[in-house]
């Protein structure tokens, strides 16, 4: 079946399956968080971006393979609510960013700086801070050998907007600054982007809209 990203809390995941690595989105409740399995064709090595919540779901997506590491994007507790289950269940290794990891209460194994490379199995995974959703999120860019980037946003990029700045000026225009600099000027419109909440969607569906973004300050 050809990959949609559409979600819903209690129904299936959805598989986006590249050549070499497979992506399985579900949603979770309450706060319809997406978290996303990726496994490595190669080797069958799994990691999980954002134990949000439920975590038989997680687990069952999971599967008999267990996870090598979960990231998590960022600090807020909508994105880490099954995050001590799941690393009791698995002992996989825990990642965050540097700046975050003080606000999750579950330890970060390794805390992740700008430009870290993330690995699952044959999989590189490149991080990308952006400041101010949270001092401390990340995004996580996959750049696919055989076809357009993929990236993972956390609350930073959705359809529509970045991520909530609460209307502090500073915060949103740090945010928009790296949304800018780290992920539209350096990927191309075909960049897929999976986001912490809801649809998906492309960097060249959302790149006209920048001047309104700028504009709205939100």
Known sequence: MT???VV???GPADVHELTDLMISKVAVGPMDNNCYLLRCRATGEQLLIDAANDTGTLLRLIGE???ASVVTTHRHGDHWQ???DVVASTGARTYAGRYDAEGIPVPTDVP??????IRVGRVELTARHLVGHTPGSIALVYDDPHGPPHVFTGDCLFPGGIGNTRKDP???ASLIG???SKLFDRLPDETWVYPGHGRDTTLG??????PEWHARGW
């Not at 569906?205 to 920048?210: K, Q, T, Y």
Request: net charge negative; proline share 3%.
């Open 82 to 84: 099954a995050l001590a």
């Open 178 to 180: 790296d949304v800018e």
């Open 205 to 210: 569906a959302e790149r006209p809209h920048l």
């Open 112 to 117: 992740v700086e700008d430009g870290d490379v």
């Open 8 to 10: 819903k809390v209690g």
């Open 65 to 67: 393979d267990s996870i």
């Open 170 to 172: 500073d915060a949103f």
């Open 3 to 5: 990959y949609s990203g």
